[in-house]
């Protein structure tokens, strides 16, 4: 007994002995790596949040770019394993099918594929499903797992990608956006997902569209579930602000069409154009397309340069008015002056124009572009002042856009210059601009001389949409004076009225413009070639109060339309006709309103035939007398005393047996109602109680800003909407 005894409290003694030295070596020399566990157990990690990249929205906030977030889904077979322990009516072979069934359901991948996956790996491993799982997707599928009690679904965000609703629309203009994921070098140890701009809008706004990271602190469990703590910190994503654009997608799908059957119709290398509003120096539309371009894919083209910035040419005739400019600045001639235009011999050059003249008067050498011309009034203007003016223009300058790769053109220091420098430079050769150069110098044209800042965004927007930056139109600075501007853009009338841009001309619209038509420099020579040309026009309309500049620019054209006038004339005219016949443009209303002419109708009431008719004969007034009696006096008369109406309407007056007052109209001052009118009835409406109507869009008045029976003031302003 004692034997045993003592047997018993060494093997207990032996065993104490091996459970304390194996407790105090995994306390103290942690053989198994349980310290770094404990770690992880305890001390919190930190999960990035990645934010959403903000939209771009055209300036009716259509949408033109957004992101779409996807997740990916595993299946944790562990999970499933420990269910169906717990649940011995379950099995993990009808939990495979459910799982199957679900999500072959809300995506693309068949039940093969999925059953496949889960078979594939055994044991207690996660199964990754797929990593391209969108948000409405995940939802169902999540919605269904909870609904039918599946387990083991584990989500994690896995990226963003961009989405382009109008495909090829703006695409280099737009840009692309490209993940770190992507680069060579990316490690998704040590880094984490992260998308940028590369180029276009997505590259220049890259700090307004990104947003900033978040980042949340977790603790997960020996089943790895996360634990909500109290104490754990967060901090949440900043998402990335959107942007809304200054483009009209309705004007920017016009002139994409029209260039892109302009580089069909004209085999040109290349098609380029821009839509400036010349006031506020706002971009409508910009796009570029080459040949090559045009069978590429969306993706391909949002990689690639933006021509309208970044394509440089020499602008040809097109800069003739800026030397014309300086001459009516200068008094130096006037618009009826007469200069010899026949062959001019500078030295050793011959300078001569496409088609002989003998003396033209300045306006006509703008109007049908004569080099012999211009380069005798730019002598009488010389180099230097020429140098300033085209610097103060912009001319190898960047236009202040900060739109990426923007390049700013080509423009020697006036120490560079040659002896054919000045007169080459004055007919547009020996320089070289982009397309948004030549159509800011034209808005200074335009807007009385303020060199505008183009500029791309009207607003940037947080994800509250709260404005968080406006943009307002910036001048850089002023040139020349309203009187030789006003001349000039009777110039370049002339030039679509009766010169080289003629057929621009649309009957009912007043355009100015200027034709180019440049010879190309033999690449590796200094020579001109004699067959390869970029065509140019660049015009404004309505002269008076312009609302758009287009330029538009092919280059190399087929040699049978590589003058301005057979192919750029052409499709600026379609441009424009397509612009002002859209619902909402009110440009042809607002032209006619422009010019009427308006009188105040006298009183005439009480009067005689004859007296009436010496009155208005006076006015210059046209008149229309409905006699009820012959040697009757007026009872009435249309429109009302004291009321302005267009002069070139005929007035009506009725004459009657005997002045009575009780049978006088008396003009109510109260607002007519004018819905349902069109916009010509409501025009006429309006004045006959002297209402301004300030219209916008055409064809049925829709709504009215002043209701129908309010009191209304003489000479009160009333917006109108209409529609067709």
Known sequence: MKIRLSIFIILNFIFILLWVVYLFTIQIFDPFNFKDTIEIRQNPSKKIIVPERGNIYDRNFELLVSSIKYYQIDIDKNAILKHCERNPDKKVSEIYSSIVSVISNYTDISKKKIQQKLNKVNGYTSVLISDNITESQLTKIRSDFKEKKIPGLVINFKKYRRSYPKNKFAASLLGMVRSNEEENNYDTRNNFYRLYGVCGIESTFEKELSGKFGWQETIYDANNKRIPFLFLKEKEAQNGNSLILT?????????????????????????????????????????????????????????????????????????????????????????????????????????????????LSFKDIIAYSSNVGISKIVEEIGSEVLYERLIAMGCGQKTGSNLAGEASGIFRKLKEWQGYSLHSISFGQEISVTALQLANMYCTFANNGNVMQPYLIKEIR??????????????????????????????????????????????????????????????????????????????????????????????????????????????????????????????????????TEYIQMPDIIGKTKQQVCEILRKKNILYNLILKDQDGLVVNQYPQPKVTFDKNKKVIVILDKEYDQTEVEVLDHVMPDLQGLTVRKALFEAVKKNIKLIISGNGIIVSQSIPPGEKIKFGEICRIKAKL
């Open 462 to 595: 947080d994800q509250k949409d709260n404005i968080i930056r406006k943009f307002e139109p910036k001048i850089l600075r002023t040139i020349s004076d309203k009187n030789s501007l006003d001349t000039l853009k009777v110039f370049l009338k002339n030039v679509v009225d009766y010169g080289t841009g003629i057929v621009t001309k649309i009957n009912y619209l007043e355009i100015a413009g200027k034709t180019g038509t440049a010879e190309k420099i033999i690449k590796g020579e200094t020579t001109y070639s004699k067959d390869k040309y970029t065509s140019v026009f660049v015009g404004f309309f309505p002269v008076d109060i312009p609302r758009y500049v287009i330029v538009i620019v092919f280059d190399e054209p087929d040699y049978d339309f590589h003058y301005a006038s057979s192919s750029t004339v052409p499709i600026f005219r379609n441009i424009v006709k397509k612009i002002i016949s859209r619902p909402e443009s009110d440009i042809i209303v607002d032209t006619k309103q422009g010019k």
């Open 247 to 359: 483009l009209d997608s309705n004007i920017q799908e016009i002139l994409e069409e029209n260039l892109e059957n302009g580089l069909e119709i004209f085999k040109a290398n290349k098609a380029i154009g821009i839509i400036m509003e010349p006031f506020s120096g706002e971009i409508i539309a910009m796009a570029g397309i080459g040949k090559e371009d045009i069978n590429k894919s969306a993706a391909i083209l949002r990689a690639m340069p933006d021509l309208a910035t970044s394509f440089m040419f020499e602008p040809g005739s097109t800069l003739k008015p800026v030397t014309a400019l300086l001459a009516l600045e200068r008094k130096i001639y006037s618009s009826k002056d007469k200069i010899d235009c026949r062959n001019y011999i500078v030295e050793d050059r011959t300078i001569k124009d496409s088609h002989e003249y003998n003396f």
